[in-house]
């Protein structure tokens, strides 16, 4: 909540915001704190817009730019994600290759933002900040971190959620090679954490999580993530899902092998 400050004046006040470690607010919560009118902070808020002060990522919620992102007039994602989806009442975790970086095994930055969602969000693109969102009816609360961010916290897939997500859906990682090279960096993962929560995913999913970690890994024990892949039960499944059926086949993992992945030395 905003002190309250009366002013007329809202030259500093976005200065003053930052300075008391309040990055985002409300129309409401403005007006509450200055006691002006609504019209003349709707005005004071547009004027600072168009100075590239402030910028709204969803209706009703203002983003304060900080002097050294000013000549972008936006700040990146992850310093604004988390009020934004308390602002629309949602569940989320930032995802795929952006909570990668999160973990420190991203070699690039990635170019979207990407974030799972309790509920439908259009994505969108703030000038150079581009966010995407994935619709998840079931959160795997559990598997979701909550780390400090540079400016609030901010809820983060855990390296295991993170190793799940890339292998069911590896073009949100920038393919399987550079999946690949992520897992081989990912802090903290745990052969038995990763079978539980690839339980709840598909075999094929399992199955390429296994693969993959194999190929990378040599500190896991992948037995217990082995049971959940059930290798001896149906079909193979594809390494590249629409790749073609050629390719050997890993029995261990019944994976048939129908693309080359050559991760990154590190």
């Known amino acids: 909540m905003l002190r309250f400050v009366k002013t007329a004046n809202f030259a500093d006040l976005w200065d003053e915001l930052l300075a008391e ?7 409401a ?34 983003v ?31 995802a795929y290759a952006s909570a990668a970086q999160s973990w420190g095994a991203a070699h ?28 998840s009816s ?6 979701v971190r909550r780390v400090t961010g540079p400016r609030t916290m901010v809820n983060v897939a855990s390296p295991a959620l993170t190793a799940i997500d890339l292998a069911s859906r590896p073009r949100l990682g920038g393919g399987l090679s550079a999946v690949a090279t992520i897992l081989s960096e990912l802090p903290d993962l745990d052969g038995d954490r990763l079978a539980d929560l690839a339980a709840r995913r598909t ?10 970690l194999e190929l990378v890994r040599d500190d896991l024990d992948l037995n217990a993530l082995q049971q959940v892949a059930r290798p001896e039960h149906g079909r193979p ?8 059926r050629q390719g050997h086949v890993d029995d261990r993992w019944s994976v048939i092998v129908n693309t080359t992945v050559e991760p990154d030395e590190t």
Do not use: C
């Open 64 to 94: 304060v730019v900080p002097p050294e992102h000013r000549a972008a007039g936006v700040v990146p994602a992850v310093q604004f994600v988390d009020p934004m989806m308390r602002h629309l009442s949602l569940d989320y975790y930032v």
């Open 237 to 244: 499944t594809l390494l590249a899902a629409r790749g073609s």
């Open 138 to 143: 079931r959160i795997d609360t559990d598997a």
């Open 21 to 27: 470690g309040h990055s985002t607010f409300t129309a």
């Open 29 to 62: 919560e403005l007006r509450q704190r200055t006691g002006a009118s609504i019209d003349a902070v709707y005005s004071a808020v547009k004027y600072a817009m168009d100075r590239h002060r402030l910028f709204s990522p969803v209706r009703g919620l203002y």
């Open 203 to 212: 075999m094929a999913d399992a199955r390429r999580l296994g693969w993959l």
């Open 108 to 135: 690039q930055a990635p170019q979207v933002f990407d974030v799972v969602a309790s509920r439908n969000v259009s994505d969108r693109a703030l000038g150079p900040v581009r966010m995407r969102f994935h619709t």
